[in-house]
């Protein structure tokens, strides 16, 4: 994992313009302030998200049409802390469906979290944690031919370009079988005024959640950012629905990361692209589907149709 993050690290800021993958965000700290933001009055999503599955996990499960007596497997991508999902393995364990619930994530931490989180309010659920990369483990997964429904949640999606998301879901899709099910959450374009909070808070939590990237390449990797020199900077295109977020260098600098063994040249202004967080409508998703063996079976949308629960159906 440390080989992976050394080149990735280099390669974007090798690149102009510069850039790093947001999901090195989430070490210890990073899981732990990602929770915090989910949590801000700003950041909707969360809250859109988790109505839809507090008040319309029925008619997610009718979706999926899953058989209440044949065993299935219900696999997350990326769990979080699993406060949306609690709601739809509750109803799941309710009426009595045969089921074990897999969370996939690349951070033991947030594994830890999600099983200590859902096994204190279900207490008979049957979890099989698993960390690593999300098609390695589906692959490991592939051969059993049990019944699956995928959850991907919280427009994690949307931190991909379309052309990647396409990439992405077809992946899913060949490990995956006929009548196999996945719940795709992903936030709708709206205003920035509703949409800019999300991303730059009152509090700095997200500001926080940005710069801990850089502390985190000096902590693992020897580099010599200071924090200081650097700003959080969020943009927002309503036209075309994309967030992006940056780490704007204050000053002229060179940072030098000892485990790359190479300095890096920052002019006053430059950015570092750190996160996009694309928004959707059913044009651009179905564009982003076109390509894969998925097609959309449901659409759930919380009240303010701030955010959309897909239900996709592998075929």
């Known amino acids: 994992m440390l080989e992976q993050f050394k080149q990735e690290v280099d390669e974007g800021l090798s690149n102009y313009p510069k850039s790093l ?30 109505e839809i599955f507090t008040k319309q996990s029925q008619n997610m499960i009718d979706a999926l049409a899953v058989n209440q007596s044949t065993y299935f497997e219900l696999i997350e991508l990326g769990a979080g802390d699993g406060l949306k999902t609690k709601q739809l393995l509750k109803a799941l364990n309710e009426q009595n469906y045969n089921f074990s619930f897999t969370p996939i994530d690349i951070s033991q931490n947030s594994l830890n979290i999600i099983e200590k989180n859902i096994k204190k309010d279900i207490k ?16 490991s997964l592939k051969d059993n031919h049990n019944p699956k429904v995928l959850l991907f949640l919280g427009s994690n999606i949307g931190n991909m370009t379309d052309e990647v998301a396409t990439d992405f879901i077809y992946k899913l899709g060949s490990n995956l079988s006929p009548n196999d099910k996945l719940i795709l959450g992903v936030d709708l374009i709206k205003s920035a005024s509703i949409v800019m909070p999300a991303y730059n808070d009152k509090h700095g939590v997200t500001k926080e959640f940005n710069l801990n990237l850089l502390d985190r390449i000096n902590n693992e990797l020897g580099a010599d950012f200071n924090i200081d020199n650097f700003s959080h900077k969020p943009e927002y295109q309503e036209k075309d629905g994309i967030a992006k977020s940056f780490l704007v260098s204050d000053t002229e600098q060179n940072v030098y990361i000892d485990k790359i063994k190479k300095t890096f040249y920052f002019k006053k202004g430059e950015k570092i692209e750190t996160e996009i967080s694309r928004k959707y409508n059913r044009k651009i998703l179905q564009g982003i589907i076109a390509n894969t063996d998925f097609q959309i079976i449901k659409q759930l949308n919380d009240s303010n149709n ?10």
């Open 21 to 50: 993958p947001s999901k090195y965000f989430y070490d210890k700290k990073g899981d732990s302030l990602f929770v915090k933001i989910m949590h801000l009055p700003e950041y909707y999503l969360t809250r859109a998200e988790l």
């Open 124 to 139: 008979n659920i049957s979890i099989n944690k698993k960390q690593g990369d999300y098609f390695k483990v589906l692959s």
């Open 306 to 315: 701030y955010f959309s629960n897909y239900i996709l159906e592998r075929f």
